[in-house]
């Protein structure tokens, strides 16, 4: 009989590093927070595989409800929230289901010519990382990456799990296919972790120089509308009560928040005022560095990790002693 597996303490991707007393994160132009919105530009199968783990759709099939908003936000929802971050100046960075590159190859090519980043969200936001073996995530990350790069030309840095779905592999396996794809230039970011409001280096297998970048669950719109069963007003007012916090943290120590939206739930007639009044506020600060995810990680590979390892160390040392 096999043993039966043993269950870690934490994840082991990061070490415990208290927040306070951190080397000072400095932003380009002393920016006090980097700020990016992440538009999750997802597809939905009407009748997707069947996971035992996991249901794709609440209600019964046919799942004419669910499957029609999420087609409402890629028909109607996605070109109202282009159009607003347009007029922010914001370039989206995109967690995309890369089936939509095959789908709706017109919304690729409108994101593209905006110059928004694309990163992984895995092939269908209908099928799912649970029970596939570490091969067949493997396959699944590659078709992404290299989808993306397919129909935009971009190297793919960031990976965020099709519907949160991760496995103990992912990080590594991420890691591992982008720089087999294209180099260091590729796979060095992950959005999946929740755990800070920095950046923060994270353990692989491979020792690959790698991040954790602030995604946050609390200001993403379908946990509040769906989960959390927020009014649009209220939303706006967290997003704006979010930044406040971090804009004055950040005067010390440079903090990063994050948007994530869903073209079918944030762009909704009723919900888009409030939306924009905060990217409004957001933006209208001048020592806000509005950025990609991609710039985000890369300006924290460059200037700051290193010395976040350092300091790292030398916590665990004293801890030790």
């Given at each position: 009989?096999?043993?039966?597996?043993?269950?870690?303490?934490?994840?082991g991707?990061?070490?415990?590093?208290?927040?306070?007393?951190r080397?000072?994160?400095?932003?380009?132009?002393?920016?006090?927070?980097?700020f990016?919105?992440?538009?999750?530009i997802?597809?939905?199968?009407?009748?997707?595989?069947?996971n035992?783990?996991?249901k794709?759709?609440p209600?019964?099939y046919?799942?004419?409800?669910?499957?029609?908003?999420?087609?409402?936000?890629?028909?109607?929802?996605?070109?109202?929230?282009?159009?607003?971050?347009?007029?922010?100046?914001?370039?989206?960075?995109?967690?995309?289901?890369?089936?939509?590159c095959?789908?709706?190859?017109?919304i690729?090519?409108?994101?593209?010519?905006?110059?928004?980043?694309?990163?992984s969200?895995?092939?269908?936001?209908?099928?799912?990382?649970?029970?596939?073996s570490?091969?067949?995530?493997?396959d699944?990350?590659r078709?992404?990456?290299?989808?993306?790069?397919?129909h935009t030309?971009?190297?793919?840095?960031?990976?965020l799990?099709?519907?949160?779905?991760?496995?103990?592999?992912?990080?590594d396996?991420f890691?591992?296919?982008?720089?087999e794809?294209?180099?260091d230039?590729?796979?060095?970011?992950t959005?999946d972790?929740?755990?800070?409001?920095q950046?923060?280096?994270i353990?692989?297998?491979?020792g690959?120089?790698f991040?954790?970048?602030?995604?946050?669950?609390?200001?993403?719109?379908?946990?509040?509308?769906?989960?959390?069963?927020?009014?649009?007003?209220?939303?706006?007012?967290m997003?704006?009560?979010?930044?406040?916090r971090?804009?004055?943290?950040?005067?010390k120590?440079g903090?990063?928040?994050?948007?994530?939206?869903?073209n079918?739930q944030v762009?909704c007639?009723?919900?888009?005022?409030?939306?924009e009044?905060?990217?409004?506020?957001?933006?209208?600060?001048?020592?806000v560095w509005v950025a990609?995810?991609?710039?985000?990680?890369?300006?924290?590979?460059?200037?700051?990790?290193?010395?976040?390892?350092?300091?790292?160390?030398?916590?665990?040392?004293?801890?030790?002693?």
């Amino acid at each position: 009989m096999a043993e039966p597996a043993v269950m870690k303490e934490d994840p082991g991707y990061y070490a415990y590093w208290p927040y306070r007393n951190r080397p000072a994160l400095r932003w380009p132009n002393n920016a006090r927070v980097a700020f990016w919105v992440a538009p999750n530009i997802e597809f939905y199968e009407f009748n997707p595989p069947t996971n035992p783990q996991r249901k794709a759709w609440p209600q019964p099939y046919p799942a004419i409800q669910g499957y029609g908003i999420r087609d409402y936000g890629n028909r109607v929802g996605h070109q109202r929230q282009m159009e607003l971050l347009d007029k922010y100046g914001i370039r989206g960075s995109i967690s995309l289901s890369t089936a939509l590159c095959d789908h709706h190859p017109e919304i690729i090519a409108m994101c593209a010519e905006r110059n928004w980043e694309f990163f992984s969200h895995g092939i269908y936001n209908t099928r799912y990382t649970y029970g596939m073996s570490e091969s067949q995530e493997r396959d699944m990350i590659r078709d992404s990456i290299q989808s993306i790069h397919q129909h935009t030309g971009q190297s793919c840095a960031g990976y965020l799990a099709p519907a949160l779905s991760h496995s103990e592999h992912t990080l590594d396996l991420f890691a591992e296919v982008g720089s087999e794809l294209f180099g260091d230039d590729a796979g060095f970011y992950t959005c999946d972790l929740f755990h800070d409001d920095q950046p923060t280096p994270i353990s692989l297998r491979s020792g690959k120089r790698f991040v954790s970048i602030p995604y946050s669950l609390e200001m993403n719109d379908t946990i509040a509308f769906v989960v959390n069963k927020v009014e649009p007003r209220r939303y706006g007012q967290m997003l704006k009560d979010c930044f406040d916090r971090l804009y004055a943290e950040g005067e010390k120590s440079g903090t990063v928040m994050c948007i994530p939206t869903h073209n079918y739930q944030v762009s909704c007639p009723h919900r888009l005022k409030a939306f924009e009044e905060a990217l409004e506020y957001i933006t209208g600060h001048n020592d806000v560095w509005v950025a990609t995810g991609r710039e985000i990680a890369g300006h924290y590979l460059d200037h700051c990790y290193e010395d976040a390892l350092a300091d790292i160390e030398q916590k665990e040392t004293e801890a030790a002693a």
